[in-house]
């Protein structure tokens, strides 16, 4: 029986086990879109699990959508993204840089332009934003045109080159939590009559576009992307073709021979069944919420080939062994989950630290 301490093979790469650091966003960048200082440290101590895949990333101004979220597309981002690869491959792991373009769950006061965001369509998520001033209604974004949708594409292949350049061993598309990628998908968010708009193909055509043209790049054994399908946060409904939506993109992108598919399940097991059979390749499940008696049940199952765990890497740095010996895990403060320093980000105790004091 496979088990979640067993190597695996992701790409072009061999991972000793197959328990992986799912994204989280910190907002503990610089306002510029430079990795904080503490990034590489932060990072660096969660270096035992299989992969790390970083928190959200923007490939351009226009991508940015909450405070103080990292970027990946000029000189500083790199040199400051370069100390927390490097410092991640130090103690042997592998770190994808997740490319993150949150559409319009954005806001102007948080972005290096201060523009209204863009999205397929000139339609308001209806929700909140936090920013520097306190919470923001989230203005009606500005609709891309046909030839923005397709820089907006050559923007993620440019932020793809990039990460590689700092040293990230690829990047996972962020085509989830109904940020842009999603945003096409939804006809709730995408009204578009040209050929991103209407039929399913239409809708995925962006979403394909993006992992081609990041495949040629880099190469699509650096290349992967994360799908939450079902997600129905801040607007999103993608309506009745939905499920018939992600077999289409998971078959196509099935064709781009990606490292992996992560997917962020929310219930419908059904679809998920079907992805995994559409799906050649590796895999990553992430069940948000997962109780600890149930980590390794998907690759045991053989469903999933990793698993991927949000808030219980985050307040354990030492999450692999944790599992392994069955110790007692540290509780995560979710006050800390979003900006600060230190505090609730890098002070975590590993087991033996704790067992010391």
Known sequence: MTTVFDSVRLGRYTLPNRLVMAPMTRSRAQFDGTPGELAATYYAQRASVGLIVTE?????????GYLTT????T??????WKKTTDAVHAKGGHIFIQLMHAGRMSHPDNTPHH???VAPSAIAPGTGMFTATGMQDIPAPRALSTEEVRQTVADFAF??????????????????NAYLIQQFFAPSANMRTDEYGGSIEN???FAIEIAQAIAKEIGADRTAIRLSPGTTMWGIDEGEEGSDLYRYLVAELDKV???YVHVMHQGNEPLLADIRKLWKGTLILNRPSRPREQIGADVASGLANLEAYGAMVLANPDFVERIKTKAPMN?????GFFGGAEKFYIDYPTLREAQGA
Do not use: C, K, M, W
């Open 75 to 80: 000189d500083a981002h790199v040199a400051g």
């Open 70 to 73: 990292p970027g990946i597309y």
């Open 257 to 259: 021979g990606l490292a």
């Open 159 to 176: 932020s793809a080159r990039r990460a590689v350049e700092a040293g990230a061993d690829g990047v996972e598309i962020h085509g989830a």
């Open 203 to 205: 809708r995925a055509r």
């Open 331 to 335: 509780e995560p403060h979710r006050e």
């Open 56 to 64: 959200g990333t923007q490939p351009s101004d226009d991508g940015q």
């Open 115 to 117: 523009r209204q965001g």
